[in-house]
């Protein structure tokens, strides 16, 4: 069978990688809006992850991308057309509607898209959520904020990797992000159309942030894992980091996995895998975003350490038979495995020589690691969920799994003399 993927981020060519080790036909659709995120195409070409590569300008462009695909189809007849990334699935999902291909309702992945009438339609629902409000002056957002009291969470209305999220907690760390906003961000061309000139303010929920992976297909809608993730005590809105399983109660658990079937529902998000934050109030779960893709950054990785179940195996069986796999019924972790971004504070340059085998205490104990730096190496501050430095570690349990993997930052922050950001690790206190 035949399936084109379009656009990628590194770790979502294992979705290629899927599809090609089961034999199947893959073209890989890369714009120029996206590119950025590979560097180059040479690791698909040398890997020979793809039959073929099609390049187009703007994946995000409905038009240009159906043209594309339409062109390849009469050459080539297609199954399927999927993205891993969530900048370009609107237009993904409507070019798949058009060639009667399996594929997200269109109007339910903008719902998603849009968080204020995502949070709307499932508050309509009767689904827990948070007070929040639209704005595009400060004015107005001083105003707003007022009223729904401070803290809170100032978002754009779209977009994606916790870009210009940031907790405000007055009036003059309002202004000051409102003055941000015009600042040049240096992100591909194609995730900074797709982040809103809207800012959404809302109501900041105490409590730690979790996920659910949901999968949904031929009418069934069944939650996959739950996850603790990881978030920066200086600036909550960061992530650092997932352990799967989450060290949560078999209660809280349930709760968490019925509340995001829910949400998903209210939605519509009718097909595929999705991605729903959520943060455990005191009240109960909450909203913070249902994400209308597979789960992204490092999760498949570590999805697969926890379960030996490949996630893009799951969404390669869902798109090409369009029906529920057998394998998303019951998912049962063998192990416990964290991920974690080593991310620094400040921007800031390795001053020290770092000692022959500082890692030694912990490399046995190493999954994955992407950090190797040595006196004058320049590293950037980590201001949003996306950093290039991480590591995966794996666990008899959740808890021993998060914590070795802070242990981990420690003694990565004495060997280099870089301070990290650090993790409030609350999850694992509920």
């Known amino acids: 069978m035949h399936i084109a993927f379009v656009d990628s981020n590194p770790v979502g060519l294992n979705a290629l990688l899927a599809a090609k080790r089961r034999g199947h ?60 990334l969530e900048y370009c699935a609107s237009s ?43 704005v595009d002056t400060l004015e107005l957002a001083l105003v707003r904020a007022a009223h729904i009291g401070y803290p809170v969470i100032a978002k754009p209305l779209s977009g994606g990797g916790s870009i210009l999220a940031e907790k405000i907690d007055d009036e003059d760390r309002l202004r000051a992000y409102f003055a941000s906003l015009g600042k040049q961000l240096a992100l591909p061309a194609g995730l900074l159309d797709a982040i809103s000139p809207q800012t959404l303010l809302e109501d900041y929920i105490d409590g730690p942030l979790l996920s659910v992976e949901v999968a949904a297909a031929a009418g069934e809608v069944v939650p996959l894992i739950v996850s603790a993730r990881k978030r920066c005590i200086d600036e909550p809105a ?84 369009r029906a529920m796999p057998l394998a998303c019924r019951d998912i049962v972790p063998i192990q416990a495995a964290t991920t974690r971004m080593i991310g620094a504070a400040e921007s800031t340059q390795v001053e020290k020589a770092i000692a022959p085998h500082w890692n030694a205490p912990f490399k046995e104990r190493l999954a994955g690691w992407r950090f190797d730096v040595s006196r004058g190496t320049r590293v950037a501050k980590m201001d949003s969920s996306t950093c290039p430095f991480h590591f995966q570690v794996v666990g008899a349990s959740a808890h021993e799994s998060s914590l070795l993997a802070e242990w981990i930052i420690g003694q990565t922050a004495r060997a280099t003399g870089i301070k990290l950001r650090s993790s409030s690790e609350d999850y694992l206190f509920r």
Do not use: W
Not at 107 to 119: H, I, V
């Open 25 to 84: 036909e893959v073209t890989f659709v890369s714009s120029k809006q996206f590119v950025e995120f590979l560097g180059d195409l040479s690791t698909i070409e040398a890997r020979g992850l793809a039959d073929r590569i099609v390049r187009i300008d703007a994946s995000r462009d409905e038009d240009e991308l159906f043209a594309a695909l339409s062109e390849l189809n009469r050459e080539h007849p297609l199954d399927a057309v999927v993205t891993v």
């Open 92 to 134: 993904v999902a409507r070019c798949a509607q058009r060639l009667g291909l399996a594929g997200t309702d269109p109007a339910a992945l903008s719902l998603a898209q849009n968080k204020a009438a995502c949070r709307d339609r499932i508050s309509a629902s009767g689904l827990r959520s948070v007070g929040h409000f639209v």
């Open 238 to 321: 960061i992530e650092l980091g997932t352990t799967i399983p989450a060290p949560v109660s078999s209660e809280v658990a349930d709760a968490l996995r019925a509340y995001a079937v829910e949400v998903v529902r209210s939605v519509g998000l009718d097909f595929g895998i999705f991605h729903i934050e959520i943060i455990l109030s005191e009240h109960g779960p909450v909203l913070v975003e249902a994400n209308p893709r597979i789960m992204g950054g490092n999760m498949p990785t570590v999805f697969k350490l926890a379960t030996d179940i490949d996630a893009y195996d799951l969404l390669v069986d869902m798109y090409l038979t």
